[in-house]
């Protein structure tokens, strides 16, 4: 309804953008419904709505660009049906081991090619049908057998009839798959199986980024660092300034996977489409993982903190607003700094600081001052951030804590926070052209 309003008042579409991949997204679904609905009334089957919805579910876009469509679904499975009965040498139950064996044996033959196309289309629609529901596991099994079977139809086939993209969409709607249910229903090892065989397949053309899909391939891989960050993460007792007080046991998150977390998200703020609302959940997650890793210098945080905030101010005047109506499901939460009730002024005092702390930007990169400008360790415990030397209870002073130490070297430290800098800048010129004022504010670094 946003999209056709802003159309209606003459708002253009800008090509190679969120609003205009979401605008095709809409058609297609609405060119295969009305497919269906002339299939209903006159029981001829003119035309194909399995080509365009599968098309549609490539863009990995908002749910709610089908709620339209499948509100017919029986409608589109009798269909979907009706084109597999008359292939009685195949189901949809079939196991990709036994479907591998089939289309070896059928390799010969001319019209093999186009049947093997045409139930992985239909895997692909009963697949994210799966998903749109939120039956995840189910999802995940059906996009498995996609991948497993496009990988030897591939083989097989000269002319396989599927884009490249498929091969990489389906492995993020499997990864999403298992980052969205609860970790008992499908082991970690499950999820990190399946984003290994995503990273295998990060071969992307102009169209891909274009449509937004290698954003949300680095977003894919960003949310299952995060999560294992999580899970191998230890813990820690954080002592108390404050006599009698109970002792706090606080999460320490894992650093090596905390490292790649930040970069995989870093990289995605820059090839997503730069009108995409969600932008603004991604920077989000940059900031947490910025607070949560430990011995990032501030200048670090202000420039992100930055680059966010002018993100905001672009998309406020977008012709597209997220609500959660559109259920556009990046990660299984949105919500990451408002998950902590101190995260949020932890950042705003940090930023604060740009204006107490006197020193020039190059004095203040000097790796001779120690920590005098970089944030403390900061330890997850329960809905808080923890400051390595507060307890839970404590008032959140963020000057104090940075005190100057030549105890040991902070060098790489530094040199991590000036490196995210700099990749932020060469990832945005890359696949944006000129990098925008606000990153080239003189607290920041040249890249």
């Known amino acids: 309804m946003q999209l056709q309003n802003w159309i209606c008042a003459e708002g253009t579409l800008a090509p ?12 297609l679904v609405e060119e295969a419904t009305n497919i269906l609905m002339e299939w209903k009334i006159t029981g001829h089957k003119n035309s194909d709505p399995v080509t365009p919805i599968v098309r549609a579910i490539t863009f990995l876009p908002p749910c709610q660009f089908f709620l339209q469509l499948f509100e017919h679904e029986e409608l589109l499975l009798d269909f979907m049906n009706q084109d597999i ?17 089939v289309m070896k044996v059928w390799s010969s033959q001319k019209a093999s090619s186009s049947l093997c196309h045409l139930l992985i289309k239909h895997k692909i629609i009963l697949g994210y049908l799966d998903f749109y529901k939120k039956n995840y596991s189910e999802a995940f099994t059906t996009f498995v057998w996609i991948s497993s079977v496009v990988k030897d139809l591939r083989k097989i086939y000269t002319d396989p009839m599927l884009p490249k993209t498929i091969d990489i969409v389906v492995l993020i ?33 102009i169209d ?10 680095f977003v894919t891989c960003g ?15 954080i002592e108390s300034r404050e006599p009698h007080a109970n002792i706090q046991t606080c999460l320490k998150l894992l650093k090596p996977h905390l490292n790649e977390m930040i970069r995989k998200y870093i990289i995605a703020t820059t090839c997503m489409n730069q009108d995409d609302p969600s932008l603004m959940f991604v920077y989000d997650r940059v ?37 959660p109506e559109h259920d556009y499901r990046l990660f299984d939460s949105n919500e990451s700094l408002a998950r902590y009730d101190n995260a949020w002024e932890i950042i705003d005092r940090s930023y604060d600081l740009r204006h107490d702390i006197d020193i020039s930007e190059t004095l203040s990169w000097d790796k001779s001052r120690g920590n005098t400008f970089l944030i403390p360790q900061i330890y997850v415990q329960g809905d808080l951030l923890v400051f390595h030397d507060e307890t839970p209870k404590s008032d959140t002073k963020i ?8 105890t040991r070297d902070y060098e790489n430290d530094i040199e991590f926070s000036m490196e995210l800098i700099r990749m932020w800048k060469k990832s945005y010129k890359e696949h944006n052209g000129e990098i925008p004022d606000i990153a080239l504010d003189p607290a920041s670094i040249n890249s």
């Open 223 to 237: 949310m299952v660092y995060e999560k294992m960050a999580y899970s191998h993460a230890s813990e820690h007792i």
């Open 16 to 27: 190679a953008s969120f609003v205009q991949n979401c605008k095709t997204v809409d058609d």
């Open 85 to 101: 009965t008359n292939h009685p040498e195949v189901d949809y139950s079939i196991s990709a081991k036994r479907f591998k064996r």
């Open 399 to 406: 000057k104090s804590c940075l005190k100057r130490d030549k």
């Open 287 to 323: 900031l947490w993982g910025l607070l949560v890793y430990g011995g990032i210098h501030l200048q670090t945080l202000w420039f992100f903190l930055a680059l966010k905030n002018q993100k905001s101010l672009e998309l406020d005047y977008a012709p597209l607003h997220l609500c």
């Open 173 to 205: 709607y499997a990864t999403q798959c298992c980052s969205f249910v609860n970790q008992q229903r499908l082991a970690k090892q499950r999820l990190e199986k399946t984003f290994l065989m995503m990273v295998l397949q990060d071969e992307f053309s």
């Open 208 to 217: 891909d980024i274009n449509a937004g899909i290698m954003g949300k391939f």
